[in-house]
């Protein structure tokens, strides 16, 4: 992703700025800035993520009106208050949620030029089977998502992993693809994987995908 990234901000120039959801600790935050971010703001629901983040910031030397982070729920943000964003980073984070295309949505309204999003996927398998309408009526499905009920004791145990307690969606490729279709990207499109990256990529475990307005 970083080529694309880096092209996307080059092409806005020195005012170009960047969003990173689900920040953690703040790692692809100070990473958009190398790749040519004016500013950049974190966004992470654990206090706790946000407050090392700021003690990394500190320890690096970023200025903090250049690098912000605020500690925030993605469905609680809006364009009105935090505005739009030349390049949006949603990294490891829809598949830790109940509500992933609702997430996918919020990225979109926040994005006024490319949304990296990416997530662990489903092994590929048979189309699957489903009724609709009428008794005896079946559609298949190429999309499907896998349903796995997070451990209450996680929110307590990690700090990098989702909320303890919720049932988060997992999706294959063809379901992560259409969700980024459904949330009103223009342009959707899967970079392609080179055989020396991790094997969890290469395998097709997880993906990377992109999100153009």
Known sequence: MEPIVRETLAAVGHEATALDLACSEGWFAHRLLD?????????????ENV???ELV?????SAADRLGFEVADVFDLRPERIGTFDVVLCLGLIYHLENPVGALRIAQALTRG?????SQLVEPHEPLRHGWDAAGKLMTQEAAWAAFPEPAERQKSSLTGSQGGVVSLIPNREALIQAMRASGFERVECPAVPPTLDPLYVEGHRLVVVGRR
């Open 35 to 47: 790749w040519g971010a004016r500013r950049v703001l974190g966004v992470d629901i654990r206090p």
């Open 51 to 53: 407050d090392r983040a």
């Open 57 to 61: 910031r500190a320890r690096l030397g």
């Open 114 to 118: 490319v949304c990296v999003v990416e």
